[in-house]
Protein backbone atom coordinates (compact mmCIF):
# COMPACT_ATOMS: atom_id res chain seq x y z
CA UNK A 1 0.00 0.00 0.00
CA UNK A 2 1.32 3.34 -0.93
CA UNK A 3 0.28 5.74 1.79
CA UNK A 4 0.58 8.89 -1.15
CA UNK A 5 -2.60 7.27 -2.96
CA UNK A 6 -4.46 8.00 -0.11
CA UNK A 7 -3.96 11.22 0.60
CA UNK A 8 -6.63 13.69 -0.76
CA UNK A 9 -5.27 16.17 -4.13
CA UNK A 10 -4.92 19.47 -2.35
CA UNK A 11 -3.22 18.21 0.22
CA UNK A 12 -0.51 16.09 -1.87
CA UNK A 13 0.39 19.43 -3.43
CA UNK A 14 0.03 21.50 -0.54
CA UNK A 15 2.77 24.51 0.20
CA UNK A 16 2.39 24.83 3.94
CA UNK A 17 2.10 28.51 5.61
CA UNK A 18 5.98 29.34 6.27
CA UNK A 19 6.59 30.95 9.40
CA UNK A 20 8.86 33.39 10.47
CA UNK A 21 10.65 31.12 13.05
CA UNK A 22 10.60 28.29 10.58
CA UNK A 23 13.26 30.45 8.29
CA UNK A 24 15.44 31.18 11.16
CA UNK A 25 15.96 28.71 13.94
CA UNK A 26 18.90 29.72 16.10
CA UNK A 27 18.33 30.67 19.88
CA UNK A 28 20.31 34.24 20.32
CA UNK A 29 19.48 37.54 18.54
CA UNK A 30 17.59 40.48 18.16
CA UNK A 31 13.90 39.26 16.73
CA UNK A 32 12.82 41.86 14.49
CA UNK A 33 11.15 39.23 11.83
CA UNK A 34 7.27 38.28 13.72
CA UNK A 35 6.15 41.43 14.40
CA UNK A 36 5.83 40.17 18.00
CA UNK A 37 5.82 42.80 20.82
CA UNK A 38 9.68 43.12 22.37
CA UNK A 39 9.18 43.33 25.57
CA UNK A 40 9.53 39.95 27.82
CA UNK A 41 6.65 38.81 29.93
CA UNK A 42 7.45 34.63 29.62
CA UNK A 43 4.92 34.92 26.41
CA UNK A 44 5.25 37.54 23.87
CA UNK A 45 7.20 35.28 21.68
CA UNK A 46 5.12 32.97 19.06
CA UNK A 47 5.59 29.28 20.22
CA UNK A 48 8.22 26.94 18.22
CA UNK A 49 5.70 25.51 15.15
CA UNK A 50 7.91 22.19 15.24
CA UNK A 51 7.89 21.68 19.35
CA UNK A 52 11.19 20.58 18.69
CA UNK A 53 12.32 20.36 22.63
CA UNK A 54 8.76 19.65 23.48
CA UNK A 55 8.86 16.56 21.08
CA UNK A 56 12.67 15.20 22.28
CA UNK A 57 11.24 14.95 25.61
CA UNK A 58 8.25 13.22 24.52
CA UNK A 59 10.73 11.35 22.47
CA UNK A 60 12.36 9.93 25.90
CA UNK A 61 8.96 9.50 27.99
CA UNK A 62 6.99 7.49 24.65
CA UNK A 63 10.62 6.08 23.62
CA UNK A 64 9.72 7.30 20.53
CA UNK A 65 11.81 8.73 17.49
CA UNK A 66 11.11 12.48 16.92
CA UNK A 67 9.98 11.66 13.51
CA UNK A 68 7.07 9.49 14.38
CA UNK A 69 5.61 12.11 16.81
CA UNK A 70 2.73 14.64 16.15
CA UNK A 71 1.70 16.94 18.23
CA UNK A 72 -2.14 18.30 18.58
CA UNK A 73 -4.05 20.39 20.54
CA UNK A 74 -5.91 17.96 22.01
CA UNK A 75 -6.40 14.51 20.91
CA UNK A 76 -8.99 16.26 18.66
CA UNK A 77 -6.90 17.85 16.37
CA UNK A 78 -5.50 14.92 14.67
CA UNK A 79 -8.82 13.64 14.63
CA UNK A 80 -10.36 16.41 12.87
CA UNK A 81 -7.08 16.36 10.56
CA UNK A 82 -6.96 12.96 9.57
CA UNK A 83 -10.79 13.94 7.68
CA UNK A 84 -8.77 16.61 6.11
CA UNK A 85 -5.64 14.85 4.82
CA UNK A 86 -7.20 11.64 3.53
CA UNK A 87 -11.12 11.99 3.04
CA UNK A 88 -12.86 14.08 0.31
CA UNK A 89 -16.40 15.38 1.81
CA UNK A 90 -19.13 12.97 0.57
CA UNK A 91 -16.51 10.86 -1.52
CA UNK A 92 -14.71 8.79 1.18
CA UNK A 93 -15.94 7.30 4.07
CA UNK A 94 -14.72 6.15 7.54
CA UNK A 95 -15.65 2.94 9.10
CA UNK A 96 -15.65 2.51 13.41
CA UNK A 97 -16.86 0.67 15.97
CA UNK A 98 -19.68 1.51 17.85
CA UNK A 99 -20.45 2.35 20.64
CA UNK A 100 -16.88 4.05 20.79
CA UNK A 101 -15.87 8.27 22.21
CA UNK A 102 -17.85 10.50 20.03
CA UNK A 103 -15.46 12.89 18.82
CA UNK A 104 -14.68 10.64 15.42
CA UNK A 105 -18.22 10.79 14.21
CA UNK A 106 -18.46 14.80 15.28
CA UNK A 107 -15.15 14.95 13.35
CA UNK A 108 -16.86 13.43 10.66
CA UNK A 109 -20.09 15.37 9.89
CA UNK A 110 -18.19 18.65 10.58
CA UNK A 111 -15.71 17.21 7.32
CA UNK A 112 -19.20 15.97 5.43
CA UNK A 113 -17.66 12.43 5.66
CA UNK A 114 -19.54 9.40 5.00
CA UNK A 115 -19.30 7.71 8.86
CA UNK A 116 -19.95 4.04 9.23
CA UNK A 117 -20.96 2.23 12.50
CA UNK A 118 -19.88 -1.30 12.80
CA UNK A 119 -21.84 -2.86 16.38
CA UNK A 120 -19.65 -4.26 18.77
CA UNK A 121 -20.54 -7.76 19.49
CA UNK A 122 -21.92 -9.81 22.62
CA UNK A 123 -20.32 -7.41 25.70
CA UNK A 124 -18.55 -5.38 23.30
CA UNK A 125 -16.46 -7.58 21.71
CA UNK A 126 -14.60 -6.89 18.33
CA UNK A 127 -15.06 -8.97 15.01
CA UNK A 128 -12.09 -7.80 13.02
CA UNK A 129 -13.92 -9.78 9.79
CA UNK A 130 -16.87 -7.87 10.34
CA UNK A 131 -15.26 -4.35 10.90
CA UNK A 132 -13.56 -4.84 7.92
CA UNK A 133 -16.90 -5.82 5.61
CA UNK A 134 -17.89 -2.16 6.05
CA UNK A 135 -15.14 -0.89 4.50
CA UNK A 136 -15.29 -0.75 0.43
CA UNK A 137 -13.29 0.73 -1.74
CA UNK A 138 -13.70 4.87 -1.06
CA UNK A 139 -12.90 3.85 2.80
CA UNK A 140 -10.23 5.75 3.56
CA UNK A 141 -10.38 5.70 7.38
CA UNK A 142 -10.83 2.88 10.31
CA UNK A 143 -11.14 3.83 14.09
CA UNK A 144 -10.68 1.54 17.16
CA UNK A 145 -10.69 2.49 20.16
CA UNK A 146 -8.76 0.25 22.75
CA UNK A 147 -9.29 0.54 25.65
CA UNK A 148 -12.60 1.81 24.59
CA UNK A 149 -14.78 4.83 25.66
CA UNK A 150 -17.26 3.92 27.44
CA UNK A 151 -17.26 0.08 27.44
CA UNK A 152 -13.52 0.10 28.95
CA UNK A 153 -13.13 -2.77 27.55
CA UNK A 154 -9.29 -3.53 25.52
CA UNK A 155 -9.77 -5.57 22.20
CA UNK A 156 -6.97 -8.59 21.36
CA UNK A 157 -4.15 -7.47 19.58
CA UNK A 158 -4.82 -10.09 17.20
CA UNK A 159 -8.31 -8.81 15.95
CA UNK A 160 -6.55 -5.04 15.77
CA UNK A 161 -3.70 -6.31 13.75
CA UNK A 162 -5.70 -8.12 11.23
CA UNK A 163 -7.21 -5.10 10.80
CA UNK A 164 -4.60 -3.39 10.55
CA UNK A 165 -2.92 -5.56 7.88
CA UNK A 166 -6.12 -6.07 5.73
CA UNK A 167 -7.58 -2.49 5.42
CA UNK A 168 -6.69 -0.52 2.48
CA UNK A 169 -6.56 2.73 4.28
CA UNK A 170 -5.41 3.84 7.39
CA UNK A 171 -6.57 2.38 11.31
CA UNK A 172 -6.25 4.98 13.94
CA UNK A 173 -6.54 2.93 17.05
CA UNK A 174 -6.73 5.97 19.79
CA UNK A 175 -4.75 4.52 23.41
CA UNK A 176 -6.19 7.15 25.30
CA UNK A 177 -6.36 4.98 28.39
CA UNK A 178 -3.75 2.53 27.22
CA UNK A 179 -2.05 3.60 30.78
CA UNK A 180 -4.59 1.82 32.47
CA UNK A 181 -4.11 -1.43 30.35
CA UNK A 182 -3.33 -4.85 31.52
CA UNK A 183 -1.12 -5.17 28.20
CA UNK A 184 0.72 -3.29 26.47
CA UNK A 185 -0.32 -1.25 23.36
CA UNK A 186 0.33 -1.20 19.76
CA UNK A 187 3.27 1.89 20.24
CA UNK A 188 6.34 -0.40 20.43
CA UNK A 189 5.38 -1.93 16.77
CA UNK A 190 4.58 1.04 14.83
CA UNK A 191 7.36 0.35 12.84
CA UNK A 192 5.34 -3.13 11.30
CA UNK A 193 2.54 -1.05 10.20
CA UNK A 194 2.79 2.30 7.59
CA UNK A 195 -0.75 2.72 7.81
CA UNK A 196 -1.48 2.78 11.32
CA UNK A 197 -1.80 6.30 13.48
CA UNK A 198 -1.88 5.53 17.35
CA UNK A 199 -3.57 8.68 19.02
CA UNK A 200 -2.64 9.26 22.89
CA UNK A 201 -3.14 12.02 25.42
CA UNK A 202 -1.96 13.53 28.46
CA UNK A 203 -5.24 14.29 29.02
CA UNK A 204 -5.91 11.41 31.37
CA UNK A 205 -3.00 8.70 32.84
CA UNK A 206 -1.02 12.41 33.04
CA UNK A 207 -3.41 14.60 34.70
CA UNK A 208 -2.89 17.18 31.93
CA UNK A 209 -6.43 17.34 30.59
CA UNK A 210 -6.35 21.77 30.79
CA UNK A 211 -3.32 21.78 28.73
CA UNK A 212 -4.77 20.15 25.36
CA UNK A 213 -2.03 18.24 24.04
CA UNK A 214 -2.90 14.78 22.11
CA UNK A 215 -0.38 12.57 20.47
CA UNK A 216 -0.23 10.87 17.42
CA UNK A 217 2.19 8.00 16.52
CA UNK A 218 2.67 7.43 12.71
CA UNK A 219 5.04 6.45 10.38
CA UNK A 220 7.40 9.69 9.35
CA UNK A 221 5.76 10.31 5.71
CA UNK A 222 2.15 11.11 8.32
CA UNK A 223 3.55 13.01 10.58
CA UNK A 224 5.11 15.03 7.95
CA UNK A 225 1.71 15.45 6.03
CA UNK A 226 0.40 16.00 9.08
CA UNK A 227 2.35 19.03 10.56
CA UNK A 228 1.68 20.41 6.98
CA UNK A 229 -2.04 20.80 7.50
CA UNK A 230 -2.54 21.80 11.24
CA UNK A 231 -2.54 25.71 12.34
CA UNK A 232 1.38 26.52 12.50
CA UNK A 233 1.48 27.52 16.31
CA UNK A 234 -1.41 24.97 17.64
CA UNK A 235 0.87 24.20 20.92
CA UNK A 236 1.15 27.74 22.83
CA UNK A 237 4.28 28.73 24.79
CA UNK A 238 2.65 28.18 27.89
CA UNK A 239 1.42 24.58 27.57
CA UNK A 240 4.91 23.67 25.68
CA UNK A 241 6.31 24.45 28.67
CA UNK A 242 4.38 23.61 31.64
CA UNK A 243 4.08 19.96 29.51
CA UNK A 244 8.06 19.60 29.56
CA UNK A 245 7.84 20.45 33.20
CA UNK A 246 5.45 17.96 33.94
CA UNK A 247 6.90 15.34 31.86
CA UNK A 248 9.99 15.23 34.11
CA UNK A 249 7.76 13.91 37.28
CA UNK A 250 7.01 10.35 37.52
CA UNK A 251 3.23 9.42 37.01
CA UNK A 252 4.06 5.38 38.18
CA UNK A 253 2.87 5.97 41.78
CA UNK A 254 -0.36 7.64 41.20
CA UNK A 255 -1.28 5.54 38.22
CA UNK A 256 -0.74 2.43 40.55
CA UNK A 257 -3.58 4.26 43.03
CA UNK A 258 -6.10 5.38 40.45
CA UNK A 259 -5.92 1.17 39.52
CA UNK A 260 -5.80 -0.15 42.66
CA UNK A 261 -8.91 2.04 43.48
CA UNK A 262 -10.62 0.78 40.24
CA UNK A 263 -10.24 -2.30 41.72
CA UNK A 264 -11.79 -1.46 44.74
CA UNK A 265 -14.60 0.21 43.14
CA UNK A 266 -15.66 -2.67 41.30
CA UNK A 267 -15.15 -5.19 44.10
CA UNK A 268 -17.63 -3.35 46.38
CA UNK A 269 -19.83 -2.97 43.04
CA UNK A 270 -20.04 -6.60 42.75
CA UNK A 271 -22.04 -6.94 45.93
CA UNK A 272 -24.19 -4.20 45.54
CA UNK A 273 -27.82 -4.56 44.82
CA UNK A 274 -28.32 -2.05 42.59
CA UNK A 275 -25.40 -3.18 40.19
CA UNK A 276 -27.15 -4.91 37.87
CA UNK A 277 -24.12 -5.58 35.45
CA UNK A 278 -20.54 -4.66 36.00
CA UNK A 279 -18.27 -4.24 32.67
CA UNK A 280 -14.67 -5.48 32.93
CA UNK A 281 -12.37 -2.32 32.76
CA UNK A 282 -8.72 -1.42 31.67
CA UNK A 283 -9.21 2.24 31.97
CA UNK A 284 -9.74 4.91 34.66
CA UNK A 285 -13.55 4.41 34.66
CA UNK A 286 -16.30 1.96 34.76
CA UNK A 287 -19.10 0.68 32.66
CA UNK A 288 -22.16 -0.46 34.91
CA UNK A 289 -25.65 -1.39 33.93
CA UNK A 290 -28.60 -0.69 36.87
CA UNK A 291 -32.32 -1.01 36.15
CA UNK A 292 -32.91 2.97 36.63
CA UNK A 293 -29.98 4.62 35.17
CA UNK A 294 -31.89 8.50 35.37
CA UNK A 295 -33.03 7.89 38.48
CA UNK A 296 -29.94 6.92 39.95
CA UNK A 297 -28.06 9.50 37.96
CA UNK A 298 -30.55 11.92 39.72
CA UNK A 299 -29.63 10.41 43.06
CA UNK A 300 -25.82 10.78 42.57
CA UNK A 301 -26.33 14.31 41.17
CA UNK A 302 -28.29 15.37 44.45
CA UNK A 303 -25.72 13.90 46.45
CA UNK A 304 -23.12 16.74 44.75
CA UNK A 305 -22.01 13.43 42.58
CA UNK A 306 -21.85 14.25 39.10
CA UNK A 307 -21.01 10.45 36.21
CA UNK A 308 -21.73 10.18 32.84
CA UNK A 309 -25.42 8.83 31.86
CA UNK A 310 -24.97 6.64 28.26
CA UNK A 311 -27.97 5.04 28.23
CA UNK A 312 -29.38 6.23 25.62
CA UNK A 313 -26.44 5.57 23.36
CA UNK A 314 -27.19 2.27 21.13
CA UNK A 315 -25.32 -0.73 22.75
CA UNK A 316 -25.21 0.91 26.24
CA UNK A 317 -29.32 0.63 27.03
CA UNK A 318 -29.09 1.37 30.82
CA UNK A 319 -25.74 2.37 31.59
CA UNK A 320 -23.96 4.83 33.80
CA UNK A 321 -20.12 5.38 32.94
CA UNK A 322 -18.42 6.41 36.41
CA UNK A 323 -14.98 8.14 36.77
CA UNK A 324 -12.19 6.92 39.39
CA UNK A 325 -11.77 9.62 41.43
CA UNK A 326 -9.77 10.22 44.70
CA UNK A 327 -9.91 7.49 48.00
CA UNK A 328 -12.48 9.72 49.57
CA UNK A 329 -14.45 10.84 46.24
CA UNK A 330 -14.50 7.21 45.59
CA UNK A 331 -16.02 6.32 49.15
CA UNK A 332 -18.56 9.13 48.71
CA UNK A 333 -20.40 7.27 45.39
CA UNK A 334 -19.78 3.24 47.49
CA UNK A 335 -21.64 4.65 50.23
CA UNK A 336 -24.52 6.70 48.27
CA UNK A 337 -24.68 3.43 45.49
CA UNK A 338 -24.40 0.80 48.23
CA UNK A 339 -27.45 2.32 50.21
CA UNK A 340 -29.28 1.48 47.11
CA UNK A 341 -32.17 -1.15 46.39
C1 LIG B 1 -10.59 11.42 26.72
C2 LIG B 1 -10.35 10.79 25.40
C3 LIG B 1 -9.44 11.34 24.50
C4 LIG B 1 -8.64 12.56 24.86
O1 LIG B 1 -9.04 13.66 24.21
P1 LIG B 1 -8.14 14.98 24.36
O2 LIG B 1 -8.68 15.84 23.27
O3 LIG B 1 -6.73 14.58 24.14
O4 LIG B 1 -8.37 15.52 25.72
C5 LIG B 1 -9.19 10.71 23.30
N1 LIG B 1 -9.83 9.57 23.00
C6 LIG B 1 -10.70 9.00 23.84
C7 LIG B 1 -11.34 7.74 23.48
C8 LIG B 1 -11.00 9.60 25.05
O5 LIG B 1 -11.90 9.04 25.88
Known amino acids: MDIRNLLRENIKNLAPYSTARDEYQGDLGIYLDANENPYNNGFNRYPDPRQKELKKVISSVKKMPVENIFIGNGSDEPIDLVFRVFCDPRIHNAVSIAPTYGMY ?3 AAINDVEFREVPLGEDFSLDADKLLA ?12 SPNNPSANSFPAESVEKVIRKFNGIVVLDEAYIDFAEKEGFLSRLGEFPNLIILQTLSKAWGMAGLRLGL ?6 IVDIMSR ?11 QKIVMEQLAKPIDKQL ?6 RDRVMEAMKKMPVIKKLFPSDANFVLVKVDEPRKIYNLLIEAGIIVRDRSRIKGCEGTLRITIGTPEENDRLLKILGELE
Open 216 to 221: AFADPF
Open 229 to 239: VKYPYNINVVT
Open 134 to 145: AADENSRLMFIC
Open 105 to 107: KVA
Open 256 to 261: QELKQQ
